[in-house]
């Protein structure tokens, strides 16, 4: 990989655009593929910096690295779509140790070199708040970063750690967050929700605060995470542990399955 290597997020969504734009910012061009995509879309990829193409056959001829930051359910498709790249591809969505590896079986088949990712925090928009964990053949992609707002970690192990790690941190993030919803839900149900919130302001007064985040969270994501908490899920049965925490949150979120403009 040259010096100033040639770069592409193939579907920018507001943390696609946002890890973008940390490149675009170090001098990176990086591409982005515009075809069935939404206003939205185009004007998120356009302020990030990005250099639009119609093919995916010309933008991955004009390639060096794919960043594939995507909503979980999608990862699979995109690493189908790079079959014969012969680059390094990154995934870096929100998905199971076991998903990561079928990702990396698919594309190095086609010949690409496989960096196993895990972001971590909101879109970096403000250096310090947002880490994207590597795993793997990963040195020339963090380096990429270097002195951007996205903090580049490399993990000791080998691939699938990233993805490891990031499913475990989401195991708490968002599976209390279903917990809360179902909680208000249920007492709301049964005619006890003011006396539950009136406990709470008395014995857990956190816990308003984390539900009203919860809810929100629900309403406007809860379409992308139903199934990374289900690839959460996933991550605990095959080493054992119980699936349920993580299959009983995403029935939480499937309840919101209407996705924002592409």
């Keep these: 990989m040259g010096s100033m290597p040639a770069l592409a997020v193939l579907h920018p969504g507001a943390m696609g655009a946002a890890v973008a734009a940390c490149l675009v910012g170090r001098g990176h061009q990086v591409g982005w593929l515009r075809t069935g995509r939404s206003d939205a879309t185009v004007r998120r990829a356009a302020e990030a910096g990005l250099t639009p193409f119609d093919d995916l056959a010309k933008l991955l001829a004009h390639t060096d690295v794919v960043f594939s930051i995507c909503p979980p359910h999608g990862a699979l498709d995109v690493a189908r779509e790079l079959a014969g790249f012969g680059g390094i591809v990154v995934d870096a969505n929100a998905v199971s140790p076991g998903t990561a590896m079928l990702v990396s079986d698919t594309v190095t088949a086609g010949g690409a070199r496989y960096v196993d990712?895990?972001?971590?925090?909101?879109?970096?928009?403000?250096?310090?708040?947002?880490?994207?964990?590597?795993?793997?053949?990963?040195?020339?992609?963090?380096?990429?970063?270097?002195?951007?707002?996205?903090?580049?970690?490399?993990?000791?192990?080998?691939?699938?750690?990233?993805?490891?790690?990031?499913?475990?941190?989401?195991?708490?993030?968002?599976?209390?967050?279903?917990?809360?919803?179902?909680i208000r839900d249920t007492a709301a149900a049964y005619g006890v929700d003011a006396d539950l919130a009136t406990e709470w302001?008395?014995?857990?007064?956190?816990?308003?605060?984390?539900?009203?985040?919860?809810?929100?969270?629900?309403?406007?994501?809860?379409?992308?995470?139903?199934?990374?908490?289900?690839?959460?899920?996933?991550?605990?049965?095959?080493?054992?542990?119980?699936?349920?925490?993580g299959a009983a949150a995403s029935e939480v979120f499937t309840s919101n399955d209407d996705p924002p403009g592409r």
């Excluded at 580049?152 to 499913?167: D, H």
């Excluded at 379409?223 to 990374?228: I, K, N, Q």
């Design 117 to 182: 990712g895990g972001i971590i925090g909101p879109p970096p928009l403000t250096a310090g708040t947002t880490r994207l964990y590597l795993a793997g053949d990963d040195g020339e992609v963090a380096n990429l970063f270097a002195g951007s707002a996205l903090d580049a970690v490399s993990l000791v192990g080998a691939a699938p750690a990233a993805s490891a790690l990031k499913m475990t941190y989401a195991a708490w993030t968002k599976t209390t967050a279903a917990l809360l919803v179902s």
């Design 201 to 245: 302001a008395i014995s857990q007064p956190h816990l308003a605060d984390a539900w009203l985040r919860a809810r929100e969270q629900t309403q406007e994501k809860g379409w992308r995470w139903a199934y990374e908490l289900a690839e959460v899920g996933r991550t605990f049965a095959a080493v054992g542990q119980p699936e349920g925490f």
